[in-house]
Protein backbone atom coordinates (compact mmCIF):
# COMPACT_ATOMS: atom_id res chain seq x y z
CA UNK A 1 0.00 0.00 0.00
CA UNK A 2 1.13 3.42 -1.10
CA UNK A 3 1.54 5.89 2.16
CA UNK A 4 -0.51 8.24 0.49
CA UNK A 5 -3.65 5.81 0.59
CA UNK A 6 -3.56 6.06 4.32
CA UNK A 7 -4.22 9.61 4.26
CA UNK A 8 -7.73 9.19 1.82
CA UNK A 9 -10.57 10.12 3.81
CA UNK A 10 -12.86 7.52 2.98
CA UNK A 11 -16.84 7.76 3.17
CA UNK A 12 -19.56 4.83 2.88
CA UNK A 13 -20.73 6.73 -0.75
CA UNK A 14 -24.30 8.28 -0.71
CA UNK A 15 -26.11 5.55 -3.65
CA UNK A 16 -28.01 7.76 -5.28
CA UNK A 17 -31.51 6.69 -7.22
CA UNK A 18 -31.33 5.38 -10.87
CA UNK A 19 -31.48 8.19 -13.59
CA UNK A 20 -31.70 5.16 -16.66
CA UNK A 21 -30.37 6.07 -19.79
CA UNK A 22 -33.47 4.51 -21.90
CA UNK A 23 -36.32 6.86 -22.49
CA UNK A 24 -40.04 6.36 -22.62
CA UNK A 25 -39.59 4.77 -18.64
CA UNK A 26 -42.08 5.87 -16.59
CA UNK A 27 -39.62 7.33 -13.55
CA UNK A 28 -41.36 7.39 -9.78
CA UNK A 29 -37.57 6.77 -8.54
CA UNK A 30 -36.13 10.02 -7.28
CA UNK A 31 -39.01 12.37 -6.24
CA UNK A 32 -38.40 14.49 -9.28
CA UNK A 33 -41.47 16.45 -10.08
CA UNK A 34 -43.76 15.02 -13.46
CA UNK A 35 -44.25 18.57 -14.51
CA UNK A 36 -41.62 21.07 -16.12
CA UNK A 37 -40.65 24.00 -14.88
CA UNK A 38 -43.03 27.54 -14.85
CA UNK A 39 -42.96 28.62 -18.71
CA UNK A 40 -41.16 31.98 -17.25
CA UNK A 41 -38.04 29.87 -16.23
CA UNK A 42 -38.28 29.51 -20.14
CA UNK A 43 -38.61 32.48 -21.24
CA UNK A 44 -35.67 33.55 -18.47
CA UNK A 45 -33.48 31.00 -20.38
CA UNK A 46 -33.64 32.85 -23.71
CA UNK A 47 -33.01 36.05 -21.84
CA UNK A 48 -29.68 34.67 -20.24
CA UNK A 49 -27.29 37.26 -21.93
CA UNK A 50 -24.15 35.22 -23.96
CA UNK A 51 -21.84 37.94 -23.00
CA UNK A 52 -22.54 37.76 -19.34
CA UNK A 53 -21.58 34.57 -19.56
CA UNK A 54 -17.61 35.37 -19.06
CA UNK A 55 -18.39 36.92 -15.70
CA UNK A 56 -18.53 35.50 -12.77
CA UNK A 57 -21.71 34.84 -10.76
CA UNK A 58 -22.83 37.83 -8.18
CA UNK A 59 -21.36 35.74 -5.27
CA UNK A 60 -23.89 37.16 -3.10
CA UNK A 61 -26.75 35.66 -5.15
CA UNK A 62 -28.33 38.79 -4.39
CA UNK A 63 -31.53 38.63 -7.10
CA UNK A 64 -32.51 35.35 -5.97
CA UNK A 65 -32.04 35.83 -2.46
CA UNK A 66 -33.96 39.14 -2.90
CA UNK A 67 -36.46 36.90 -4.53
CA UNK A 68 -37.10 33.75 -2.23
CA UNK A 69 -37.22 36.05 1.20
CA UNK A 70 -39.62 38.59 -0.71
CA UNK A 71 -41.45 34.70 -1.24
CA UNK A 72 -41.78 33.65 2.82
CA UNK A 73 -41.69 37.98 3.70
CA UNK A 74 -38.07 37.61 5.30
CA UNK A 75 -35.19 39.66 5.01
CA UNK A 76 -32.68 39.19 2.11
CA UNK A 77 -30.33 38.82 4.68
CA UNK A 78 -31.71 36.01 6.50
CA UNK A 79 -31.66 33.88 3.01
CA UNK A 80 -28.25 31.34 1.92
CA UNK A 81 -28.81 30.09 -1.58
CA UNK A 82 -26.54 26.98 -3.36
CA UNK A 83 -26.08 24.59 -5.45
CA UNK A 84 -28.65 22.81 -4.21
CA UNK A 85 -29.70 21.80 -1.07
CA UNK A 86 -27.48 18.66 -0.59
CA UNK A 87 -24.65 21.21 -1.00
CA UNK A 88 -26.27 23.74 1.19
CA UNK A 89 -26.65 20.61 3.95
CA UNK A 90 -22.82 19.39 3.43
CA UNK A 91 -22.36 23.09 4.24
CA UNK A 92 -23.96 23.41 7.52
CA UNK A 93 -22.39 20.07 8.38
CA UNK A 94 -19.31 21.57 8.09
CA UNK A 95 -19.98 24.86 9.84
CA UNK A 96 -22.30 24.01 12.61
CA UNK A 97 -21.75 20.46 13.64
CA UNK A 98 -18.39 21.68 14.88
CA UNK A 99 -18.67 19.61 18.62
CA UNK A 100 -17.14 16.81 20.04
CA UNK A 101 -20.99 16.04 21.18
CA UNK A 102 -22.72 13.57 18.13
CA UNK A 103 -25.37 15.50 15.98
CA UNK A 104 -28.81 13.67 15.85
CA UNK A 105 -30.81 12.66 13.48
CA UNK A 106 -33.73 9.89 12.88
CA UNK A 107 -32.38 6.18 12.64
CA UNK A 108 -34.28 5.97 9.48
CA UNK A 109 -33.90 9.54 7.44
CA UNK A 110 -31.97 10.97 4.35
CA UNK A 111 -28.98 8.41 3.53
CA UNK A 112 -27.08 11.86 2.90
CA UNK A 113 -26.54 13.28 6.95
CA UNK A 114 -24.52 9.72 7.64
CA UNK A 115 -21.94 10.53 4.95
CA UNK A 116 -21.66 14.13 4.93
CA UNK A 117 -21.13 13.45 8.91
CA UNK A 118 -18.39 10.84 7.89
CA UNK A 119 -17.12 13.65 5.43
CA UNK A 120 -16.65 16.31 7.60
CA UNK A 121 -15.99 14.36 10.62
CA UNK A 122 -18.68 15.29 12.47
CA UNK A 123 -19.94 12.33 15.26
CA UNK A 124 -23.17 11.19 15.15
CA UNK A 125 -25.72 9.42 17.00
CA UNK A 126 -29.71 8.17 15.86
CA UNK A 127 -32.49 8.66 17.63
CA UNK A 128 -35.08 5.81 17.23
CA UNK A 129 -38.65 6.19 15.22
CA UNK A 130 -41.75 4.29 16.70
CA UNK A 131 -43.13 0.92 15.01
CA UNK A 132 -45.27 3.58 12.83
CA UNK A 133 -42.14 6.10 12.03
CA UNK A 134 -42.89 8.48 13.89
CA UNK A 135 -40.52 10.61 15.47
CA UNK A 136 -40.00 10.54 19.51
CA UNK A 137 -39.34 14.57 20.00
CA UNK A 138 -38.40 13.14 23.86
CA UNK A 139 -35.42 11.50 22.36
CA UNK A 140 -33.64 14.12 21.29
CA UNK A 141 -33.42 15.12 24.42
CA UNK A 142 -30.08 14.48 25.14
CA UNK A 143 -26.40 15.88 24.91
CA UNK A 144 -25.87 16.46 20.81
CA UNK A 145 -23.61 18.92 18.59
CA UNK A 146 -26.88 19.62 16.73
CA UNK A 147 -29.97 18.30 15.26
CA UNK A 148 -30.85 17.44 11.92
CA UNK A 149 -34.12 15.91 10.55
CA UNK A 150 -36.56 16.07 7.32
CA UNK A 151 -39.73 17.22 7.75
CA UNK A 152 -41.90 15.26 6.21
CA UNK A 153 -39.36 12.50 6.62
CA UNK A 154 -37.84 10.88 3.86
CA UNK A 155 -37.92 7.96 2.98
CA UNK A 156 -41.47 7.68 5.25
CA UNK A 157 -43.00 10.30 4.22
CA UNK A 158 -44.24 11.04 7.51
CA UNK A 159 -44.89 14.84 8.57
CA UNK A 160 -44.06 16.24 11.94
CA UNK A 161 -46.80 18.18 13.10
CA UNK A 162 -45.63 21.70 13.66
CA UNK A 163 -46.09 21.81 17.56
CA UNK A 164 -43.43 19.17 17.99
CA UNK A 165 -41.09 20.94 15.52
CA UNK A 166 -41.24 23.43 17.94
CA UNK A 167 -40.28 21.40 20.75
CA UNK A 168 -37.24 19.86 19.59
CA UNK A 169 -36.23 23.41 18.31
CA UNK A 170 -37.36 24.76 22.20
CA UNK A 171 -35.73 21.97 24.11
CA UNK A 172 -32.18 22.28 22.03
CA UNK A 173 -31.68 25.68 22.41
CA UNK A 174 -27.80 24.99 22.74
CA UNK A 175 -27.57 23.21 19.55
CA UNK A 176 -28.68 24.53 15.91
CA UNK A 177 -31.30 22.38 14.78
CA UNK A 178 -32.00 22.16 11.16
CA UNK A 179 -35.24 21.34 9.40
CA UNK A 180 -34.96 19.73 5.76
CA UNK A 181 -38.03 20.71 3.96
CA UNK A 182 -37.39 19.58 0.98
CA UNK A 183 -40.98 18.00 0.92
CA UNK A 184 -42.71 20.86 2.37
CA UNK A 185 -44.78 22.12 0.19
CA UNK A 186 -47.14 18.69 -0.78
CA UNK A 187 -49.23 19.42 2.58
CA UNK A 188 -47.13 20.32 5.76
CA UNK A 189 -46.45 23.39 7.07
CA UNK A 190 -43.26 25.36 7.08
CA UNK A 191 -41.03 26.34 10.27
CA UNK A 192 -40.27 29.25 8.37
CA UNK A 193 -42.29 31.46 10.58
CA UNK A 194 -40.28 30.14 13.40
CA UNK A 195 -36.85 31.55 12.17
CA UNK A 196 -37.35 35.01 13.97
CA UNK A 197 -38.07 33.53 17.24
CA UNK A 198 -35.36 30.89 17.62
CA UNK A 199 -31.92 32.00 16.65
CA UNK A 200 -30.76 28.07 16.82
CA UNK A 201 -32.67 27.24 13.95
CA UNK A 202 -31.74 26.65 10.25
CA UNK A 203 -35.07 25.89 7.39
CA UNK A 204 -33.51 24.08 4.36
CA UNK A 205 -35.94 24.11 1.34
CA UNK A 206 -35.13 23.00 -2.47
CA UNK A 207 -36.15 24.07 -5.97
CA UNK A 208 -35.70 20.26 -7.10
CA UNK A 209 -39.42 18.79 -5.88
CA UNK A 210 -41.99 21.54 -5.50
CA UNK A 211 -40.48 23.65 -8.45
CA UNK A 212 -39.42 20.95 -10.86
CA UNK A 213 -36.01 22.51 -10.88
CA UNK A 214 -33.90 19.31 -9.62
CA UNK A 215 -31.63 19.65 -12.93
CA UNK A 216 -30.73 23.16 -11.82
CA UNK A 217 -29.53 22.51 -8.47
CA UNK A 218 -30.73 24.94 -6.33
CA UNK A 219 -31.35 24.85 -2.44
CA UNK A 220 -31.81 27.43 0.25
CA UNK A 221 -31.19 27.85 3.78
CA UNK A 222 -33.36 30.62 5.73
CA UNK A 223 -32.83 31.16 9.16
CA UNK A 224 -31.73 34.62 11.39
CA UNK A 225 -28.91 36.91 10.25
CA UNK A 226 -26.14 35.73 12.40
CA UNK A 227 -26.27 32.23 10.87
CA UNK A 228 -26.41 33.30 7.93
CA UNK A 229 -23.81 35.32 7.66
CA UNK A 230 -21.22 31.86 9.20
CA UNK A 231 -22.35 30.32 5.78
CA UNK A 232 -21.67 32.82 4.07
CA UNK A 233 -18.23 33.66 5.35
CA UNK A 234 -17.53 29.89 5.03
CA UNK A 235 -18.84 30.02 1.48
CA UNK A 236 -16.58 32.35 0.51
CA UNK A 237 -13.69 30.03 1.40
CA UNK A 238 -15.32 26.83 -0.37
CA UNK A 239 -16.10 28.98 -3.56
CA UNK A 240 -17.34 25.62 -5.54
CA UNK A 241 -20.27 26.41 -3.11
CA UNK A 242 -21.36 29.34 -5.51
CA UNK A 243 -24.65 29.59 -7.47
CA UNK A 244 -24.18 30.12 -11.52
CA UNK A 245 -25.32 32.94 -13.51
CA UNK A 246 -28.08 31.28 -15.38
CA UNK A 247 -29.41 29.13 -11.91
CA UNK A 248 -29.42 32.92 -10.47
CA UNK A 249 -31.85 33.95 -13.50
CA UNK A 250 -33.91 30.44 -13.71
CA UNK A 251 -34.62 30.44 -10.17
CA UNK A 252 -35.82 33.85 -9.44
CA UNK A 253 -38.10 32.92 -12.24
CA UNK A 254 -39.66 30.30 -11.05
CA UNK A 255 -40.10 31.30 -7.50
CA UNK A 256 -41.64 34.43 -8.68
CA UNK A 257 -44.33 32.21 -10.04
CA UNK A 258 -46.31 31.60 -7.54
CA UNK A 259 -49.79 30.38 -9.14
CA UNK A 260 -47.86 27.78 -11.37
CA UNK A 261 -46.22 26.24 -8.10
CA UNK A 262 -49.56 26.35 -6.39
CA UNK A 263 -51.18 24.54 -9.36
CA UNK A 264 -48.42 22.02 -9.31
CA UNK A 265 -48.57 20.99 -5.93
CA UNK A 266 -51.89 20.21 -6.05
CA UNK A 267 -52.43 18.56 -8.81
CA UNK A 268 -49.75 16.37 -7.08
CA UNK A 269 -51.50 16.18 -3.89
CA UNK A 270 -54.58 15.00 -5.83
CA UNK A 271 -52.66 12.90 -7.43
CA UNK A 272 -51.29 11.20 -4.10
CA UNK A 273 -54.44 10.49 -2.96
CA UNK A 274 -56.05 8.70 -5.64
CA UNK A 275 -53.21 6.57 -5.66
CA UNK A 276 -53.04 5.82 -2.24
CA UNK A 277 -56.56 4.85 -2.63
CA UNK A 278 -55.88 2.19 -5.48
CA UNK A 279 -53.12 0.98 -3.86
CA UNK A 280 -54.78 0.33 -0.56
CA UNK A 281 -57.28 -1.61 -3.08
CA UNK A 282 -54.31 -3.60 -4.30
CA UNK A 283 -53.42 -4.78 -0.48
CA UNK A 284 -50.71 -1.90 -0.18
CA UNK A 285 -50.48 -0.04 3.02
CA UNK A 286 -48.19 3.10 3.82
CA UNK A 287 -47.89 6.19 6.18
CA UNK A 288 -50.38 9.10 5.89
CA UNK A 289 -47.97 10.93 3.35
CA UNK A 290 -47.79 14.76 3.51
CA UNK A 291 -44.77 14.17 0.42
CA UNK A 292 -44.32 13.93 -3.39
CA UNK A 293 -44.20 10.21 -2.98
CA UNK A 294 -45.78 6.99 -0.71
CA UNK A 295 -43.95 4.39 1.24
CA UNK A 296 -45.62 1.23 0.64
CA UNK A 297 -45.79 -2.12 1.70
CA UNK A 298 -47.37 -5.30 -0.14
CA UNK A 299 -49.03 -7.29 2.19
CA UNK A 300 -48.04 -11.30 0.61
CA UNK A 301 -45.37 -9.78 -2.41
CA UNK A 302 -42.35 -8.98 -0.83
CA UNK A 303 -40.97 -5.26 -2.25
CA UNK A 304 -37.61 -6.82 -3.80
CA UNK A 305 -40.09 -8.66 -5.84
CA UNK A 306 -42.24 -6.01 -6.97
CA UNK A 307 -39.48 -3.46 -7.73
CA UNK A 308 -37.75 -6.42 -10.13
CA UNK A 309 -41.08 -6.70 -11.97
CA UNK A 310 -41.97 -3.09 -12.47
CA UNK A 311 -38.48 -2.65 -13.96
CA UNK A 312 -38.93 -5.04 -16.10
CA UNK A 313 -41.67 -2.73 -17.40
CA UNK A 314 -39.78 0.12 -17.64
CA UNK A 315 -40.89 1.74 -14.59
CA UNK A 316 -38.44 2.72 -11.49
CA UNK A 317 -39.73 2.87 -8.04
CA UNK A 318 -36.81 3.33 -4.93
CA UNK A 319 -36.23 0.24 -2.83
CA UNK A 320 -34.08 0.07 0.15
CA UNK A 321 -32.70 -2.95 1.28
CA UNK A 322 -32.15 -1.80 4.43
CA UNK A 323 -33.02 -3.06 8.11
CA UNK A 324 -37.02 -2.13 9.03
CA UNK A 325 -37.68 -0.99 5.89
CA UNK A 326 -36.71 -3.64 3.21
CA UNK A 327 -40.00 -4.71 2.88
CA UNK A 328 -41.17 -0.73 1.54
CA UNK A 329 -41.24 0.90 -1.87
CA UNK A 330 -40.91 4.56 -2.28
CA UNK A 331 -42.73 5.67 -5.16
CA UNK A 332 -42.81 8.93 -6.52
CA UNK A 333 -46.25 10.56 -7.38
CA UNK A 334 -45.80 11.17 -11.22
CA UNK A 335 -48.91 12.54 -13.76
CA UNK A 336 -52.23 10.97 -13.07
CA UNK A 337 -51.76 8.77 -16.68
CA UNK A 338 -48.26 7.75 -14.77
CA UNK A 339 -49.72 6.56 -11.58
CA UNK A 340 -52.56 4.68 -13.74
CA UNK A 341 -50.00 3.01 -16.10
CA UNK A 342 -48.56 1.78 -12.41
CA UNK A 343 -51.50 0.34 -11.19
CA UNK A 344 -52.03 -1.65 -14.01
CA UNK A 345 -48.69 -2.92 -14.35
CA UNK A 346 -48.95 -3.95 -10.03
CA UNK A 347 -51.83 -5.61 -11.11
CA UNK A 348 -50.31 -7.72 -13.58
CA UNK A 349 -47.49 -8.50 -11.19
CA UNK A 350 -49.97 -9.15 -8.16
N1 LIG B 1 -33.19 16.46 1.64
C1 LIG B 1 -33.95 15.40 1.42
C2 LIG B 1 -34.73 14.81 2.54
C3 LIG B 1 -34.02 14.82 0.14
O1 LIG B 1 -34.75 13.73 -0.08
C4 LIG B 1 -33.28 15.41 -0.91
C5 LIG B 1 -33.36 14.87 -2.32
N2 LIG B 1 -32.83 13.66 -2.54
C6 LIG B 1 -32.48 16.52 -0.61
C7 LIG B 1 -32.47 17.03 0.66
C8 LIG B 1 -31.59 17.15 -1.64
O2 LIG B 1 -32.24 17.76 -2.68
P1 LIG B 1 -31.49 18.73 -3.68
O3 LIG B 1 -30.00 18.62 -3.46
O4 LIG B 1 -31.89 18.30 -5.02
O5 LIG B 1 -31.95 20.11 -3.33
Redesign the pocket.
Known sequence: MKVWESYIRKVEPYV??EQPKIKNVIKLN??ENPYPPSKAVMDALTKVDLDSLKLYPDPEVTKLNEAIANFYGVNKNQVFTGV??????SMIFMTFFNSDKPVLFPEI??S?YSVWADLHKVPYETVRLDEDFNILVEDFNRENGGIIF?NP???TSKYLELSSVEEIIKNNQDSVVVV?E??IDFGGESAIKFVNKYDNLIV?Q????SRSM?GM???YAIANENLIKVLNDVKFSFNSYTMNRTAIELGTAAINDKAYFEECCKKIVATRERTMKALKELGFSFPESKANFIFAKHKDVPASLIFTKLKEKNIFVRYFNKPRIDNYLRITIGTDEQMDALIKALKEIL
Open positions: PGTNGSDDVISYFPNAPDAYVTFSKARIG
